[in-house]
T-cell receptor
Framework: GEDVEQSLFLSVREGDSSVINCTYT??????LYWYKQEPGAGLQLLTY?????DMKQDQRLTVLLNKKDKHLSLRIADTQTGDSAIYFCAGLYGNKLVFGAGTILRVKS | DAMVIQNPRYQVTQFGKPVTLSCSQTLNHNVMYWYQQKSSQAPKLLFH???????NEADTPDNFQSRRPNTSFCFLDIRSPGLGDAAMYLC???????????FGPGTRLTVL
């Protein structure tokens, strides 16, 4: 079945790069996503990548997809305190998003 | 601005007392979704509507129902809330392809 896993916690210093990793089991997803959730708020779509792409860059965000290893990563360049949040990766299976449990990113000033 | 609106943002109900959560959208999207997110867990799809067609996930409890009276509105009804139903409920919308789902701010449900 579809299963998505993420590391639970990442702590970085302001100005450094952050890399959040995700692995998934079912490679039939058409798109893979990164969502951001701030405390008490809904999910904000950050970026997504079509499953036949290897990389996508969008300003400070870089998504890498390794289909062979079923591994997705999100790199945030020049991480700011406002980037502190929970980051969810998700795969799209039909119309259904299957999410990982989320990675808490803490940015220290 | 086009958006997904959820009301109320916080809802408190008593064990066993029916509750309805509301979602509306100004995006004119065909598809509307309800996700449940328990504390420190991943959001999990409960069901979705493709226009008027209702699609239930296999493991969604019977206690959860939904209504979509028109394109703009979708409701989540919990017939007899239990303590285990306390969660954030997220509504999302998309075009038919579903490849971009836009989420509302969520309703946090507390069951006493």
């Amino acid at each position: 079945g579809e299963d998505v896993e993420q590391s639970l916690f990442l702590s970085v210093r302001e100005g450094d790069s952050s890399v959040i990793n995700c692995t998934y089991t079912d490679s039939s997803s058409t798109y893979l996503y990164w969502y951001k959730q701030e405390p008490g708020a809904g999910l904000q779509l950050l970026t997504y990548i079509f499953s036949n792409m290897d990389m996508k860059q969008d300003q400070r965000l870089t998504v890498l997809l390794n289909k062979k290893d079923k591994h997705l990563s999100l790199r945030i360049a020049d991480t700011q305190t406002g980037d502190s949040a929970i980051y969810f990766c998700a795969g799209l299976y039909g119309n259904k998003l299957v999410f990982g449990a989320g990675t808490i990113l803490r940015v220290k000033s | 601005d086009a958006m997904v609106i959820q009301n109320p943002r916080y809802q408190v109900t008593q064990f066993g007392k029916p509750v309805t959560l509301s979602c509306s959208q100004t995006l004119n999207h065909n598809v509307m979704y309800w996700y449940q997110q328990k504390s420190s867990q991943a959001p999990k799809l409960l069901f979705h509507y493709y226009d008027k067609d209702f699609n239930n996930e296999a493991d969604t409890p019977d206690n959860f129902q939904s209504r979509r009276p028109n394109t703009s509105f979708c409701f989540l009804d919990i017939r007899s809330p239990g303590l285990g139903d306390a969660a954030m409920y997220l509504c999302a919308t998309s075009q038919p392809s579903g490849n971009e789902q836009f989420f509302g701010p969520g309703t946090r449900l507390t069951v006493l």
